[in-house]
């Protein structure tokens, strides 16, 4: 067929994967030219990333080459920086090309949302990357390291400031706090010389989620030796130090990020309306006004009607997006009824390090080892939608 259209989908992430995927599966190779594009050529589960950044998993068991799981002979994968989407060109500019579409699905993921905060792209770590994980996991060593070579000790070398309690913070510090022991055993380190703090602005850690199950996460953590400091926002961070709202200042040579996520600034560049990065998209997912583009994943908002408030942006959600956004380019393309976007909450589950974890799967409490069994088989999961048994086999988490 001479005509056949062009899809293009950016980012290789949760959504972006499982778009291609379906798409290959749903659309005979005659039907559609589909192209991925992505920053590496590789795909990293950004969910597991709070364990390389603290150093618990080698962060080469959260990323898989591409062409390992797509079928690169029915995909044409560019591995490339979206720049910028020319919306009226129907054009991506990349950072060496460019790209035509029929067809845009916008899968670009998150960044770091700062509200603003001064300091924290200069002295705070907040790339949930694979990159980003290995940064912090070397410099939480290299702190360890240098401690023991100065003639005067500095206490900020091992104090460890984590700026925010939602599901990244505490499941960040649940790895780190189950690692310090280790940590200290190594660099010859009394253990109370490690301090680590939990900043929080909210009037409580993971606002919004069952108390018990929140007071149990607070309660295993402080036995760790987390400090947890609720109800402070952060209204500054300076090299070396973070500034409390109520005065107080802490000085930490590692300040870790995770106080919530915007759209891919790619989004307001483009100039699409936005509201902190994310595209309020209409049922078939498509953005207001574009009947070409998709919007997947965390760049795309959807209001939890419920509650008319935005549902929060998670793998769990871009995933069952893709579906539903291969179902609707399909019947673009082949004829058929598009769908409405549906999601449907399995549940919410957090890993606090080792084996413990919290959450809520349906109407049931989940915690310690049987949540942390649950976190491990929602993670397998993942991987079987992507890759089948092979990839869970490779590259899936023991449940035990
Ligand atoms: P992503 O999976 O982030 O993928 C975006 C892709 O786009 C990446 O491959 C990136 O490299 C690429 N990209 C970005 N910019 C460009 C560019 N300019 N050019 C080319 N490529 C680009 N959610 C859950 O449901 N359950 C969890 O347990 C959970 N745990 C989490 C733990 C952590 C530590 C973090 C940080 C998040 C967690 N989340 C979890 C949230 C979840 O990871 C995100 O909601 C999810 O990754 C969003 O999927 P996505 O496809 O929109 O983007
Ligand atoms: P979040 O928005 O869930 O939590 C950020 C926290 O930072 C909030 O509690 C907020 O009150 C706090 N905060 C904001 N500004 C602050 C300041 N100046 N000082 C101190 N605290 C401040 O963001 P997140 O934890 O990065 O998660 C991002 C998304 O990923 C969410 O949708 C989350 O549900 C999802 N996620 C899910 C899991 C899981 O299901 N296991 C794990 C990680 C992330």
Redesign the pocket.
């Known amino acids: 067929m001479l005509n056949k259209p062009n899809i293009v989908i950016?980012?290789?992430?949760?959504?972006?994967?499982i778009t291609a995927s379906r798409l290959t599966k749903e659309l005979g190779h005659n039907e559609a030219a589909i192209t991925l594009?992505?920053?590496?050529d590789y795909?990293?589960?950004?969910?597991?990333?709070?364990e390389p950044?603290a150093g618990t998993m080698h962060p080469n068991r959260t990323r898989m080459p591409i062409k390992s799981v797509l079928d690169l002979n029915k995909i044409n994968f560019v591995q490339?920086?979206?720049?910028e989407i020319k919306r009226d060109e129907k054009k991506v500019i990349?950072e060496n090309g460019e790209l035509d579409y029929d067809y845009l699905v916008i899968?670009?993921?998150?960044e770091p949302e700062t509200f603003g905060v001064p300091g924290v792209q200069e002295y705070a770590f907040s790339k949930?990357?694979v990159n980003g994980a290995r940064e912090v996991k070397e410099h939480i060593e290299y702190m360890f390291a240098k401690y023991n070579n100065l003639a005067e000790k500095r206490d900020e070398l091992l104090t460890f400031v984590v700026a925010g309690a939602g599901?990244?913070g505490i499941?960040?510090i649940g790895e780190l706090s189950e690692r310090v022991p280790e940590l200290c055993d190594y660099y010859d380190i009394p253990r109370e010389k490690v301090k680590m703090y939990v900043i929080e602005a909210a009037p409580t850690a993971l606002p919004g989620f069952d108390p018990e199950l929140v007071e149990y996460a607070m309660n295993l953590l402080e036995s760790r030796g987390v400090e947890f400091k609720i109800n402070c926002p952060i209204k500054e961070v300076t090299k070396g130090a973070v500034h409390l709202a109520d005065g107080e200042e802490i000085k930490a040579e590692t300040i870790v990020w995770?106080t919530g996520?915007r759209g891919?600034s790619?989004i307001e560049k483009s100039g699409f309306e936005a509201m902190r990065g994310r595209i309020k998209v209409e049922p078939d997912l498509r953005a207001p006004g574009h009947d070409d583009v998709f919007v997947?994943?965390?760049?795309?908002l959807i209001i939890n009607e419920e509650i008319n408030r935005p549902y929060p942006?998670?793998?769990?959600?871009?995933m069952q997006m893709?579906a539903t956004c291969a179902h609707n380019l399909k019947a673009l393309i082949k004829g058929g009824e598009l769908q409405s976007f549906k999601p449907e909450i399995k549940g919410?589950?957090?890993?606090l390090g080792g084996k413990e974890a919290i959450g809520v799967v349906g109407s049931r409490k989940l915690f310690g080892s049987s949540a942390s069994f649950m976190?491990k088989m929602?993670?397998n999961r993942y991987l079987f939608l992507l890759g089948g048994p092979s990839l869970v086999m490779k590259k899936g988490k023991s449940p035990f």
């Not at 942006?313 to 871009?318: E, F, H, L, S, V």
Request: with cysteine; proline share 2%.
């Open positions: 950016l980012g290789a992430g949760y959504g972006g994967m594009v992505n920053k590496h795909h990293y589960q950004t969910t597991w990333l709070h950044a490339d920086v979206v720049v990349l899968g670009l993921g998150s949930w990357t599901f990244t499941e960040f995770a996520v891919n790619i997947i994943g965390d760049c795309a942006p998670t793998a769990q959600i871009a893709a919410t589950v957090a890993s976190k929602i993670d």
